[in-house]
């Protein structure tokens, strides 16, 4: 049987290549803790699925238009846009089946074979895959390690557009990072903004995380000068509203990019779900307290975490203001336990303690010249009791081969 070359291309989230040793490991009878997966195991706010529920009853379970039904894509034009300081109308609301589907869509409607698209890496390693399948070039821009985190190496940037193949077209940009956690500086965000202008680049913000944050406000980089019509902002109910597996989220883009993607929402799954949508109309109208209670056990496992992982010897981690991801270095500490390969490493934590991460190869294929080990935690779907019992027993299972 012969498929289509472009599958070799394809990619996937690695993440999940994780759980499938966790889940082999803890059939066997094994204790696991999983840290490897972005998942959420709150429960959705109430009044959200009960929203479905009155939905469904209500005989909202046929199509419904591509872009979505016009009270989501009301009601998330004006909520995203007055958290960012500007002005959508519902016409800039594309609805998608989840945040994902954002990512590949921009893709198909900006970039031609052959193109380059600029994007993090380490980075969620469904850019990389997208990119690669549809034809285009991928240009991966790296991240430095500083005092309190990471940042944006802006000359790889620049000196990856200059030397690209062909045209560079776009350039996926993540703030509140995953897997880093990280999150720009102000000067960071403007010299992206200067290099998407310079190179009259579109940009898809990725901003999953964008009110998932412990302290302080964020800021998109569609609010900065020049940006807003460039600017494709990725939008998801995942994390937020503890929705992973509803699969709901909306791209808002400048009007022919959006009417572009509400075709592809035709031919690819017709519509989203409409009693989803009329959930996620509840989640963004509604005046529950809800998302405030899941940020506040979110930040509650974030410190309980942070402060498990501060305490072995060898690990460095920043401790980030948003998202659910702790990014460590663990170079020091696997030479000192005789590990050489992070992957080795992160098979022997499972057998010997249970918790279960990923590792930076998970998030894009290393670069040249990388020289430390880095980890991620998402501490997301455990509780504080969990957090705490499992990353003790994996400082003392390193502690111990001192």
């Known amino acids: 049987m012969a498929l289509a070359e472009r599958l070799g291309n394809l990619g996937t989230e690695t993440a999940f290549a994780v759980s499938l040793a966790a889940a082999d490991w803890a059939s066997k009878g094994n204790r696991v803790y999983p840290f490897h997966l972005g998942d959420i195991n709150l429960p959705t706010p ?6 479905m529920n009155v939905a469904i009853a209500e005989g909202k379970t046929g199509y419904c238009a591509a ?13 995203i846009g007055q958290r960012r300081g500007l002005t959508y109308e519902p016409t800039n609301v594309v609805v998608q089946p989840g945040g994902k589907p954002v990512i590949g869509k921009f893709i198909q409607a900006v970039m031609n074979p052959g193109d380059g698209v600029l994007y993090p890496n380490p980075g969620y390693p469904i850019y990389e895959s997208m990119i690669e399948y549809y034809g285009g070039q991928s240009l991966a821009y790296r991240y430095v390690q500083t005092d309190t985190g990471f940042a944006i190496d802006i000359d790889h940037l620049r000196d990856q557009i200059a030397s690209a193949s062909g045209r560079v077209t776009a350039i996926i940009y993540n703030n509140l990072q995953n897997p880093l956690g990280c999150e720009s500086s102000p000067q960071e965000m403007q010299a992206i903004a200067d290099i998407a202008i310079e190179h009259d680049l579109l940009v898809l913000a990725d901003e999953a995380y964008f009110e998932m944050r412990y302290s302080g406000d964020s800021t998109s980089i569609a609010s900065l000068p020049g940006m807003q019509d460039r600017t494709v902002i990725l939008y998801t109910f995942s994390k937020k509203f503890a929705m992973t597996g509803w699969r709901l989220g909306a791209a808002v883009a400048p009007i022919a990019i959006a009417e572009s993607l509400a075709k592809l929402n035709t031919n ?3 519509c989203t779900t409409h009693f ?4 996620g109309v509840a989640g963004i109208t509604g005046s529950g307290d809800g998302p405030k209670a899941i940020l ?3 930040h509650r496992r974030r410190d309980a975490a942070w402060a498990e992982l501060a305490q072995i010897d060898g690990l460095v981690c920043p401790r980030p203001e948003a998202t659910f991801y702790l990014f460590p270095k663990v170079t ?3 030479a000192r336990m005789g590990f050489d390969e992070v992957g080795a490493f992160a098979t022997a934590a499972l057998h010997h303690t249970g918790v279960s991460f990923c590792t930076r190869k ?11 080990h880095f980890v991620r935690f998402a501490y997301s779907g455990l509780s504080v009791d969990d957090i705490q019992e499992g ?3 994996l400082r003392r299972w390193i502690e111990a081969a001192k």
């Not at 109430?46 to 929203?51: G, R, Y």
């Open 46 to 51: 109430a009044n959200i699925a009960e929203a």
């Open 67 to 79: 872009a979505g039904i016009a009270p989501l894509r009301e009601a998330l034009a004006h909520d």
């Open 268 to 270: 690819d799954e017709s």
């Open 276 to 279: 989803v949508q009329a959930a």
């Open 296 to 298: 506040d056990e979110l």
């Open 332 to 334: 020091d500490l696997m």
């Open 362 to 372: 998970h998030f894009g294929r290393p670069q040249p010249g990388e020289q430390h």
């Open 391 to 393: 990353l003790s027993g």
